[in-house]
């Protein structure tokens, strides 16, 4: 076994290679960037390695680096994680020159699967399901144009090196093509060096269905049971369970045997996952096609460490090492259910916008034997940053990965909403609340998913989760209460009111435009004349409460307002306006501030990089029509006018870095 490691990746993902080689007794060695350097992975590490610039492509991209590392520390082998150099022919080549274990499959397995154009041609050759569509070189937009005709929209524009949802376009028009095409070209060209592109035709009610595949380096392979990874936005995953609601034992046992003849067929081993597209529409399920295969570790492994209670880092470990597999396919268990949440630095209340900055509050839930209030059984948090870090616009905009595990598939989704509630993280925009409302949403408990879930049900963008009258008769019992435990704190205050002054028992709480009486006795709280069986504590300066309501607990975060609270509960912000009922009818008298017309800007709606700029001075636009293009976090977002005009001043070009709210040309 190797007694020392380097993980050549950053964030969660080093963080958990960390744990397990802990465990194992292996040292570790972490590489960093100048944005990491104060990283939790960073500290975790038994020793660290400064390997450049923030950029990836002048740090972690760089094998050299990586190498010199290794032969620095004395490293025997290399974890790569997932992204970065994880499939790079070349990286696991240059490890193998320097006699250094690269804890990985083979090389030719990662040229064979890990070019999708190739993989599709061995797979057609293998035998296996494809996706109708074109796997050879596309010259230019006019030649994408006449292949997306050819195939019939719609299509899919897939950058061949990519992954992880960068470098995909969906398409329904030839506009579509002519609009998407080069940004493809450039998303592939600027995340993995390549800027190939391949078109395939797009499966209507598309399930996103995976098989996790081990093996070793004797002849042994296994699959782990599946995973559906249906809920996605923009082809990147949201939410991932194991297993899947749509698959059965019969379709398993197909998937997998398939899935595992294709990995034999290139001499795989270690970790890996084969993609498959599931036509929803088949109600037999035998409608599957191969996707592609990522010789790497998944984002989503936890799920099926979950059901299965097989430590995948620590296999492909063993399996670098030389060990033989002790799992055989009958030992492979299926026990439970799992759910993976990404929690993401993105606000889903702006349209889902990249959100950068530091995380001036950071508090995850903990698992239910810990003692603490934000206690939830079940729950593992796999993360790779800490209170008071930065999330930066270089990498990815994943923050943490919720993973909750339940007896049943409505035991892991409500253990994920409890869980949610409880995540405390400020200082920047993120989609704790999104992610809660998907747990709560019908459709995902009913099981009935498709790749466009989100798409489908929130197709006017995200305001917040549904919020029934219990939780709001909830809300104004627990503001009235925090409301008079905030009097009774400033009549205790030398120089205010005076502590003969008893704090008001009857409370006004206004929510989402409606007002409800809060009466406060000495034994209960009533609530327009009802009585809520209501417990809690409330101390003023706390952040989170949490309240026993009829046998069952709501956690409820809270920050103060000027005239209440500001209250998030399952998956919505409520914002409380809470005044003693002898004042609140004064408050109708109070004149509302109108906020500026800003429709005549275009205002960059996240920090991030002008690589486009589509329009000049004096140009009529109409109202839909891209204007710039800013990449955020590896991702370009096409901003668009929202009505026609003229252009009358540019404030940036090309290239320029801008800031949130730059305004960036102005119209007429």
Sequence with gaps: MFKKILIANRGEIACRVIK?????????????????????????????????????????????????ACKATGAEAVHPGYGFLSERTSFAEALAKENIAFIG???????????????????????????????????????????????????????????????????????????????????????????????????????????QILGDQHGNILYLNERECSIQRRHQKVVEEAPSPFVTSAMRKAMGEQCVALARAVGYYSAGTVELIVSGADPTGESFYFLEMNTRLQVEHPVTEAITGIDLVEQMIRVAAGEKLEIKQEDVKLDGWAIENRVYAEDPYRGFLPSTGRLVRYRTPVPAWEGDERGVDGIRVDAGVEEGGEVSIFYDPMIAKLISWGETRDEAADLQVAALDRFELEGLGHNIDFLSAIMQHPRFRSGELTTGFIAEEYPEGFSGADTDADITRALAAIAGFMASAEADRARRT????????????????????????????????????????????????????????????????VARTRTGWRMTARGRIHDVRVLPWHVAPLATHMIEKVPPDLSKYLICPMPGLLVALHVGEGDKVEAGQ????????????ILRAEKAGTVKTVNAAQGDSLAVDAVILEME
């Design 494 to 557: 030398d120089g205010q009111l005076g502590d003969r002054l008893d704090p008001p028992a009857k409370w006004q709480a206004t929510i989402a435009g409606e007002s409800h009486k809060v009466k406060l006795g000495k034994k209960h709280i009533k609530v327009d004349g009802d009585k809520v069986d209501i417990a809690l504590e409330y101390t003023p300066g706390d952040r989170l409460v949490v309240a026993e309501i009829d046998d069952a607990e709501l956690a409820v975060k």
């Design 626 to 637: 891209p204007l710039a293009t800013v990449e955020a976090m590896k991702m370009e977002n």
């Design 105 to 211: 499959p083979p090389v030719n397995a990662i040229a064979a699967m890990g070019d999708k154009i190739e993989s599709k041609k061995l797979a057609k050759e293998a035998g296996v399901n494809v996706v109708p569509g074109f796997v050879g070189e596309i010259r230019d937009t006019d030649h994408a144009v006449e292949i997306s005709n050819e195939i019939g929209y719609p299509v899919m524009m897939k950058a061949s090196a990519g992954g992880g949802g960068k470098g995909m376009r969906l398409a329904y028009s030839e506009q579509d093509v002519r609009e998407g095409f080069e940004s493809v070209k450039r998303e592939g060209l600027n995340s993995f060096g390549d800027d190939r592109v391949f078109i395939e035709k797009f499966i209507l009610n598309p399930r996103h269905i995976e098989i």
């Design 20 to 68: 397990t080689a802990r465990r194992m007794g292996i040292a570790t060695v972490a590489v960093y960037s100048d944005a990491d350097a104060r990283a939790p992975f960073v500290q975790m590490a038994d020793e660290a390695v400064h390997i450049g610039a923030s950029p990836a492509a002048e740090s972690y991209l760089i094998a050299d680096k990586i190498i010199a």
